[in-house]
C-alpha cells in the first residue's frame, strides 16, 4: 500500500489511539490522515466523497453495537460511485461491540473500561483517555497487546466486511 491512507473513526477515542500508535517504534498504525465520522450512524456527502481519490486508501472503523447497516452500505457505494475507489482500497476496521470493549480485550490487566482511569461511566473513560498526554504508555501499564486491538471477526449483520485491520498495522 503506497498511496495515502485516510483514516475516518468513530469518535475521537479512537482517533486518539490511532495517532498515539502512528509514529513509534515498533509495532504501529501506517501513517494517515485521521478524520472523526461515523460511518454507522452519519450520511456522507458527496463533496466529502470527492476529496477521496481512487489512489488513496481508505480505512473504516466502526463499532458493531447495532443493528442497522443501511448507512454504512450507502456510505461505502458513494465511496465506490464517487470517488471511484474499489473494494481493495476500502478496509474495514470493526470494533467489536466497541472501541472500550476492544482495549479490554487487549489489556489483559483490565477487567472493565473504567479500570485504566478509575472512572464510574464510560462518557468519563472518554473525556480521560481523549485528554491523556500518553496513552501508549499508559496502555502499556495495563498490558496492552498491540496483536489483539481490532483482530476479531465481527458477527452479523456485519460480517460481510472482512477486517483489514492487518493492512493498517505495521
Known amino acids: 500500500m503506497s498511496s495515502s491512507l485516510y483514516y475516518f473513526v468513530e469518535g475521537e477515542c479512537e482517533k486518539t489511539f490511532i495517532r498515539s500508535y502512528m509514529f513509534i517504534n515498533g509495532k504501529h498504525f501506517k501513517p494517515g490522515k485521521i478524520e472523526v465520522f461515523n460511518f454507522i450512524n452519519k450520511r456522507l456527502s458527496k463533496p466529502k466523497a470527492r476529496t477521496i481519490n481512487k489512489d488513496m486508501y481508505v480505512a473504516i ?8 447497516i443501511e448507512t454504512l452500505q450507502e456510505n461505502i457505494k458513494l465511496l465506490k460511485t464517487v470517488s471511484l475507489l474499489d473494494d481493495s482500497h476500502i478496509i474495514f476496521i470493526p470494533s467489536i461491540k466497541n472501541f472500550e470493549d476492544e482495549l ?14 478509575k472512572t464510574k461511566s464510560v462518557a468519563e473513560f472518554k473525556k480521560k483517555f481523549i485528554s491523556h498526554s500518553d496513552i501508549v504508555s499508559k496502555l502499556d501499564s495495563v498490558a496492552f497487546d498491540f496483536d489483539l486491538i481490532w483482530t476479531r471477526d465481527s458477527k452479523k449483520p456485519f460480517d460481510v466486511y472482512k477486517n483489514g485491520f492487518k493492512r493498517i498495522k505495521q
Open 104 to 117: 479490554v480485550y487487549s489489556c489483559s490487566k483490565l477487567k472493565t473500561i473504567g479500570d485504566l482511569f
Open 61 to 68: 472503523v466502526f463499532d458493531t453495537d447495532v443493528e442497522n
